[in-house]
């Protein structure tokens, strides 16, 4: 059973940062795909940014040039660098990952972007 453990969301003025981390149990150089997904509230889940085990990475356009995933193998670890914060980017973050043909849920974490 792969678990995910996210951490750093918090309250953030517009404009500012925010690095989310996400702790997975299992070495994540196995690991088919990891990645971020958000839900606002009246939302649909949806995804922020995606990188695979190659190393290829996905944005959609709302988090293209603002926000930058990347990986710590050693640490086991998947970051999600939000930069230039807005409030529309309010939501609970997820980390995700696809291990075969199961997927996998952190618990998630809150990210408040307000004056």
């Known amino acids: 059973q792969l678990q995910l453990v996210e951490s750093g969301g918090g309250l953030v003025q517009p404009g500012g940062s925010l690095r989310l981390s996400c702790a997975a149990s299992?070495?994540?150089?196995?690991?088919?795909?990891m990645g971020w997904y958000r839900q606002a509230p009246g939302k649909q889940r949806e995804l922020v940014a995606g990188i695979t085990r190659g190393g290829s990475t996905n944005y959609p356009d709302s988090a293209k040039g603002r926000f930058t995933i990347s990986r710590d193998n050693a640490k086991n670890t998947v970051y999600l660098q939000m930069n230039s914060l807005k409030p529309e980017d309010t939501a609970v973050y997820y980390c995700?990952?696809?291990?075969?043909?199961?997927?996998?849920w952190g618990q998630g974490t809150q990210v408040t972007v307000s004056s």
């Open positions: 995700y990952a696809k291990n075969y043909a199961r997927d996998y």
């Open positions: 299992e070495n994540i150089f196995s690991i088919s795909a």
